[in-house]
């Protein structure tokens, strides 16, 4: 009997339920006292999971992040996670709430066990048992336990972030924000810290924005592209790539060539590829001129929304 039973889980995956977290956001737009439109009517519906908040510099990402943190006002608009008002019950948010911030600030003189003890206690944990096993399972998660007793100033970028995250699951968070986590990691680092990121995100909803197309490919379940404080896209990469599936073409070029291909095509990417242009282009038929299809990737998607050849799109 107990073998049978065992069988049936085993061919059955979808029994182990997941918490199902829903983030929903209608309509936010803030607009900084200089005039700057940061946010613009931003719908997004999120659901536990990776997601991805693609965008370039200047986007509205952190203004987008930072009003779901709780820590600075939106203009109008609803914004909820399950059934708690984020703009209104700041309070239940934050309780519930995980935070990296783009920057934050170590002590250096203090080791990772120490500082986690601290922001342990000044979260209410006092029953110092229950703390010593948090902290070292915190330690543990973000791959820190060896290091645990060495000065935070001595850290890498990679560790520090991974510092960072272990101190924004000191309450055990269902909503995780992490604003541009990877910029200025190695590649080993990122991938240390994609590891950390994907775990978190089977239990709770994770954010992540970022410029970096890879994170997004590498990690996400769903994603949106943000510019200029409006979404453009909301799909998940898998669905974006299909949607341009035979329509991207690529050639290498001169330079020379370049500003009158612009001129004649929707040029959605131009890279240097050792030492000459290599263009990709968006079109519903074959071009004229040499031009190769293309399997699309993501940054093709991100491109095309981006320097507008394609319509803003949500896949609900
Ligand atoms: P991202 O995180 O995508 O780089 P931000 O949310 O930081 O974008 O910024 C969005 C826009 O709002 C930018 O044009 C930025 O210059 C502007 N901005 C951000 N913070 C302020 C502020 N406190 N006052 C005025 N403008 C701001």
Redesign the pocket.
């Known amino acids: 009997m107990k073998h049978i039973k065992t069988n049936i889980l085993m061919k059955n995956p979808t029994q182990v339920t997941l918490p199902q977290h829903q983030l929903k956001i209608s309509q936010l737009s803030k607009t900084?006292?200089?005039g700057?439109k940061?946010l613009q009517q931003v719908d997004l519906n999120i659901s536990t999971g990776m997601f991805g908040l693609l965008?370039p510099?200047?986007?509205?990402?952190?203004?987008?992040m930072r009003t779901l943190a709780t820590l600075q006002e939106a203009d109008s608009g609803a914004a909820y996670f399950n059934d708690i008002n984020i703009l209104k019950d700041k309070h239940a948010l934050r309780n519930v709430l995980g935070y990296l911030p783009q920057e934050f600030g170590l002590y250096p003189k203090v080791s990772p066990e120490n500082l986690l003890n601290h922001l342990a206690i000044l979260k209410g944990i006092l029953h110092k048992k229950t703390r010593q096993q948090l902290v070292a399972s915190l330690l543990q998660k973000t791959n820190l336990y060896e290091v645990r007793k060495k000065k935070l100033g001595g850290f890498s970028g990679g560790m520090k972030q991974r510092f960072g995250i272990a101190q924004a699951l000191i309450t055990n968070p269902s909503l995780i924000i992490v604003d541009e986590p990877t910029a200025g990691l190695d590649p080993a680092e990122r991938n240390r810290f994609y590891n950390l990121l994907a775990e978190l995100g089977e239990q709770a909803i994770v954010i992540l924005?970022t410029h970096i197309v890879e994170d997004v490919k590498e990690l996400c379940t769903d994603m949106a592209i943000l510019n200029k404080g409006q979404i453009l896209l909301k799909a998940s990469p898998t669905d974006a790539i299909q949607m341009l599936e035979g329509k991207i073409w690529e050639k290498h070029v001169a330079k020379a060539e370049v500003a009158e291909l612009k001129d004649n095509f929707q040029v959605i990417s131009e890279k240097m590829f050792a030492g000459k242009p290599l263009i990709h282009i968006y079109s519903e038929g074959q071009p004229l001129n040499g031009f190769r299809q293309v399997e699309p990737d993501l940054e093709d998607v991100y491109f095309s929304k981006i320097f507008g050849t394609t319509q803003s799109t949500v896949l609900v």
């Open positions: 900084y006292a200089n700057t940061a965008g510099n200047g986007a509205g990402k952190s203004t987008f924005s």
